[in-house]
């Protein structure tokens, strides 16, 4: 019998181990929680929570004190709810934010600038700025006196569009859409779930999706103009929990593909069930089609609370969340520690592939979020009101970094280096890319703009990965290699803003360079 454990345990572990992609803990404590996460280009990132969760484990800076009149716990509040990472370092220096944050949207202006809006409370109508800086900098949160939201907005969902404005969707009782910078003709009553699926396709209109029902939304016209056919499975937004993304821009840009995976079964947030399995399934469309259909197939887990981060590959991870429950406090069990590998250009049945689980739960209030390095930063899961370090599934201090298989040793000789590349780039503008490989190149470079999303609530809002028109690469000297590319011609491809620009060779990304886009 105790043979058989052994070998029982033995067959686990090596299980383990054999499974791509590795894990490391980069933070043991990062004095907050982070229930929204965005990376920077100055390779740094802002985590930020809600303000009245009482003490977090970060101290504010001496004398920046905050008088919050809604904490049960803290009426003078001393703590920092908001901190910036250095991934160099792995450093951690607070952040000083005002009025609460709680389930609210956020996402990349053109110019670099984090636009965050709404929250509960004090935080409804509120709109704040942070302009990013080096990490010895001095940048922080503004709240904005001049401009507040024409309604209130907690769970909505931000998305920058070809102009570089943003639009906001949605919320809590707020079934309209508004803008940033304001507008004054928002008309559309037509919006009304909580963190709706929002995704600019490259025919500059919006597909958003809600409960298990989708539109095309003109937001030029405020109208909506095609409705989609319901996708199978039940309700799919907060709070049944799934997620989605849309996958890479390539070619001409004339076709964009939705995926929609996962969700609570109808009845469990109700019922306040935490052990309803989660369902599996997954919704794949192309949403430029004159007749979409949804095509279904299953992940190997039940999912609730997933993060679907886009690689610079175009393959999509799919990490964090639980197999049982739905969204909301102590609402969920059973975590799902297995990291999924979605690769779009394999048939239905083959698309998933199952990677190395992880130790650490990351349930409700966690996020995931692409780094330069290919890296996926995993941060945050806090199911209950309050910081709470004695439960189950404790509220999660801790940093952790996946590392795909492609950043795996056998590969660093087929690791492009970009060795040079432009600061800035215009729509349409041809340039041109150094890159330098240990071993000679085989086929294609590819070379692949990827937005900094704001996470959430598990889905990343404004995400996008846009391949390149290229030519093959030619051989300068040595190891050095030139691949002539051509930016994303408009705004609708690829809005105004600072990308993660990676050279991607055998399926191998370099690190990423920051580029700016413009108009």
């Known amino acids: ?192 779930n909580l963190y709706p699926y929002v995704h600019l396709l490259p025919n500059g209109k919006l597909f958003v999706f809600a409960n298990n029902k989708a539109v095309l939304f003109d937001h030029e016209t405020n109208e909506v103009v095609k409705g989609y056919p319901p996708l199978d499975g039940g309700p799919r937004n907060y709070p049944s929990a799934g997620s989605s993304v849309m996958l890479a821009l390539e070619g001409d840009y004339s076709t964009a593909v939705i995926v929609v995976c996962g969700g609570a079964q109808y009845g469990a947030f109700i019922e306040r069930s935490t052990d309803t399995p989660a369902h599996g399934s997954c919704g794949r469309i192309v949403a430029t089609s004159l007749d979409p259909i949804w095509e279904m197939e299953d992940m190997p887990f039940g999912r609730i609370m997933g993060d679907m981060v886009m690689l610079p590959t175009g393959d999509v991870l799919v990490i964090n969340g639980a197999q049982a429950g739905t969204q909301g406090f102590e609402m969920a069990s059973n975590p799902c520690l297995y990291p999924l590998l979605y690769r779009p250009d394999q048939p239905v049945g083959l698309r998933f592939m199952t990677l190395n689980p992880g130790t650490v739960p990351r349930l409700y209030h966690s996020t995931a979020n692409l780094l330069p390095d290919g890296r996926v930063m995993v941060a945050g899961s806090n199911p209950h009101h309050i910081y709470n370090f004695k439960a189950e599934f404790p509220t999660e201090l801790r940093i952790e970094a996946f590392s795909p298989e492609y950043l795996s040793p056998d590969r660093a000789n087929i690791r492009p280096v970009i060795e040079e590349i432009p600061d800035t780039v215009s729509f349409g503008e041809a340039f041109n890319v150094l890159v330098s490989v240990t071993l000679p190149v085989v086929g294609l470079v590819e070379v692949n703009f990827a937005s900094a999303p704001f996470a959430t609530h598990s889905f990343s809002q404004g995400q996008r990965l846009v391949k390149l028109t290229i030519t093959p690469s030619v051989p300068v000297s040595g190891n050095l290699y030139k691949v002539e590319c051509k930016a994303p011609p408009n705004g609708a491809v690829a809005p105004p803003g600072y990308y993660m620009v990676f050279a991607v060779n055998q399926g191998v990304p370099s690190v990423a360079r920051w580029v700016h886009l413009v108009a």
């Open 1 to 192: 019998m105790e043979l058989l454990i052994l070998s029982m345990f033995t067959f686990f572990f090596l299980s383990r181990a054999q499974l791509p992609g590795t894990w490391d803990l980069l933070v043991p404590n990062a004095g907050i929680s982070s229930m929204h996460t965005a990376v920077t280009r100055f390779n740094t990132v802002v985590l930020l929570d809600r303000t009245n969760t009482g003490p977090s484990r970060k101290m504010l800076r001496k004398g920046h004190c905050r008088l919050d009149p809604h904490d049960a716990v803290l009426k003078r509040d001393c703590y920092a709810h908001s901190v910036l990472f250095d991934i160099q370092t792995n450093q951690i220096r607070p952040l000083m934010i005002l009025t609460d944050t709680w389930c609210s949207s956020g996402q990349f202006l053109h110019d670099g600038t984090l636009l965050q809006t709404g929250g509960d409370l004090d935080g409804f109508k509120k709109i704040r700025k942070l302009d990013p800086c080096d990490f010895n900098g001095s940048c922080d949160w503004v709240e904005l006196d001049d401009v507040e939201l024409s309604e209130g907005r907690w769970y909505s969902t931000n998305q920058i569009l070809p102009d570089g404005s943003v639009i906001i969707i949605g919320g809590r009782g707020a079934n309209t859409v508004e803008y940033y910078p304001p507008r004054n003709d928002v008309e559309d009553k037509q919006m009304d």
